[in-house]
């Protein structure tokens, strides 16, 4: 889709252009280009392997491209951005600090006074339904109420970037559902650029202003899609004609790619 003229005068939050990422002789990522603009919900969508927690290791700093340009607010990327949110697989929660204290962890490592963020810390668990477990230890929770917990820690400082790399892959189907549900409102109110991994098409449909589809490794983009769908979603959006005709799209590029053979 082309963007409106006057949509072209604002600078992307993100860059990357010709990103090449090598491991020793293993091509991760070849020379791929995105640009992803403030307050999209990109998804980034790719078989395993394809190179999708590399890119985003280099946008985040914590590992560095061989090749090419990679700049977040217009800045090449060194180290870890400080306003950005994080959000993975596994939900690293430390086992020996409480849900409160676990959510209020970013603010230690900005250096901000953790008494002035627990009113913040106490509203986002409400949020997310957690309101009654605020001292309960991470060995006491669920798949899911651990991962909406990592997603209040990665919110706490509202960064204006959140990056999730397969954050509810390890969740059963209904608490994916929800927490689907959950992460879409949170965007829609507060409106931060989110870049979300996923290998799941209805997800990555269901959640995403946009879906870029990465080829299998070396990692490139390969389809790029701005999703005409409406803003506010309902889980019903994936029985309208619409969604199948994209998931269709998303299928037929992973035919493509020899990924998936339909019986
Ligand atoms: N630190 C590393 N050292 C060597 N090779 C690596 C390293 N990290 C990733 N790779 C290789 O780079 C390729 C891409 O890996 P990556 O983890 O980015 O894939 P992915 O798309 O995130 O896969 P998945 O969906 O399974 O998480 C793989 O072949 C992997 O073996
Ligand atoms: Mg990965």
Do not use: Y
Not at 91 to 115: C, K, M, Q, S, T
Not at 187 to 198: A, K, Q, S
Not at 211 to 217: K, L, M, N, Y
């Amino acid at each position: 889709m082309l963007a409106a003229p006057e949509a072209r005068l604002v600078p992307p939050l993100i860059v990357a252009e010709g990103v090449t990422k090598r491991f020793g002789d293993v091509l991760a990522l070849d020379r791929l280009s995105l640009e992803i603009g403030r307050g999209e919900f990109v998804s980034l969508l790719g078989p395993s392997g394809c190179g999708k927690s590399t890119f985003l290791r280099c946008l985040v700093g914590l590992d560095h491209t061989t090749e090419g340009v990679l700049t977040v607010g217009g800045q090449r990327v060194t180290d870890p951005p400080k306003e950005l949110g994080l959000v993975l697989q596994r939900d690293a929660l430390l086992e020996w600090l409480d849900v409160l204290d676990n959510v209020l962890l970013p603010a230690e490592f900005a250096g901000l006074r953790r008494a002035a963020l627990r009113p913040k810390a106490k509203e986002l668990l409400h949020m997310v339904g957690l309101g009654e477990f605020l001292h309960a230890w991470p060995a006491a929770l669920s798949g899911g109420m651990r991962q909406r917990v990592a997603i209040c820690r990665a919110l706490l400082l509202d960064p204006p970037l959140l990056l999730m790399d397969e954050p509810f892959g390890a969740l059963d189907a209904l608490t994916r559902d929800q927490l689907n549900i959950d992460l879409h409102r949170i965007w829609r109110e507060r409106g931060m650029t989110v870049v979300f991994v996923t290998h799941s098409i209805p997800e990555a449909l269901f959640l995403s202003t946009r879906v870029a589809v990465f080829s299998p490794r070396p990692g490139r983009i390969v389809d790029d899609v701005a999703l005409d769908l409406p803003r506010h979603r309902r889980l019903a959006v994936k029985e309208t004609p619409e969604f199948a005709a994209l998931a269709r799209r998303m299928r037929g590029n992973f035919e493509a790619m020899g990924l998936i053979r339909d019986a």
